[in-house]
């Protein structure tokens, strides 16, 4: 019964990012399309994987970061005086394209961060969903293998922040599995839910106990992303199902909603507390327009959400245009 249902649920996968996807249907009759990487060996570094920084000096040129060398940071326009963001995309992403690459401008505008990208698309491309899922780990072990050479090169835990987009804020949370103590701050962009609820185990996945904070905002709750709470702070936005910039059909409209998590804290990071959520229950989505609003202090969501708060916080945009994203 169980395998069968993680059939129907790959099938389901599948099918969404089938629909998504650029190429077209006639992929499918290339036999390099189905070629997917499992990797069954976890030893860091790994050529699958690669780390890049962009910096205040840099731009949007990005810098190879290779762990093994010691100088690497240090020739790299690295300040250790900065602030760190650690980035790591999701399914079938990049961290050249959107929604990596509009958080990472979003860092560069303020001037105060040094920015790490952690790039494993070729071990996560479409449709290798279940291959991806697996391979989260290895990539999770190799993320820790980055913030240690940060730390071990003047890096700061309490002004690191590790920030994941879909399957990568699950792997934000496994950096702590590979650490002595676990992460200052982890930020969950509408963590994956498929095949992730019914199979993964506790350890792959983000959780509260992976940092001393862990915020995690909804914008697909219960279709791509995963529901309820999360974190220890969860935003559970325009009712954390569907957004309303994202239009078209329902497969469409899910893809967008599920991108959108990273518009939205990219806002904050520019733009302060511009995005202000209100205590509620913690169910995410909400089902019905009575959002569960509860009594309490408003706070800020993203990048000014104070340390230390805990619970649900409904909020609701004003604009029907907060991300570029092609619909």
């Known amino acids: 019964m169980k395998i069968t249902r993680f059939c129907l649920l790959s099938l389901s996968v599948f099918g969404i990012y089938f629909k998504e996807t650029h190429g077209g249907i006639w992929n499918i009759w290339d036999l390099n ?10 030893q860091c570094p790994d050529n699958d994987i690669r780390y890049y920084l962009y910096t205040p000096h840099s731009g949007t040129k990005r810098i190879t970061i290779d762990i093994r060398n010691r100088y690497s940071l240090k020739y790299s326009n690295f300040n250790p005086e900065k602030k760190n963001v650690i980035i790591i995309h999701g399914f079938n992403g990049t961290e050249s394209r959107s929604p990596i690459t509009i ?4 860092y560069l505008s303020t001037k105060k961060y040094n920015i790490f990208t952690v790039d494993w698309s070729p071990i996560t491309h479409f449709p290798c969903y279940v291959s991806a899922l697996s ?42 599995n590979h650490l002595d ?24 996945r983000l959780s ?17 992303g995963e529901s309820n709470q999360v974190g220890h702070v969860d935003f559970c936005v325009n009712g954390g199902r569907f957004q309303p910039s994202c239009y078209g059909h329902r497969l469409r409209r899910a893809r967008c909603s599920h991108f959108q998590s990273a ?7 520019r733009y302060g507390t511009s995005i202000i959520g209100r205590p509620c229950t913690a169910m995410c989505p909400k089902t019905t327009s009575n959002w569960g609003l509860l009594p309490g202090k408003s706070i800020p969501m993203g990048e000014e959400t104070p340390f230390g708060v805990h619970g649900t916080y409904c909020v609701q945009t004003n604009s029907h245009k907060d991300c570029p994203f092609f619909q």
């Open 33 to 42: 399309y189905w070629r997917c990487i499992l990797k069954k060996y976890y």
């Open 103 to 106: 958080l990472r401008n979003a």
């Open 135 to 176: 391979n989260t780990r290895i990539v999770g072990q190799c993320s820790a293998k980055l913030y240690s050479f940060i730390m071990n090169n003047g890096g700061v835990a309490t002004e690191t922040t590790c920030i994941g987009h879909s399957l990568g804020a699950h792997i934000c949370g496994m950096i702590s």
């Open 181 to 204: 103590k676990k992460q200052h701050k982890v930020v969950g962009l509408d963590p994956a839910r498929p095949l992730i609820d019914d199979f993964a185990d506790p350890q792959f």
């Open 208 to 224: 509260k106990d992976d940092a001393y904070q862990v915020q995690v905002i909804h914008t697909n709750a219960g279709f791509l």
């Open 263 to 269: 518009c939205y804290y990219a806002q904050t990071v």
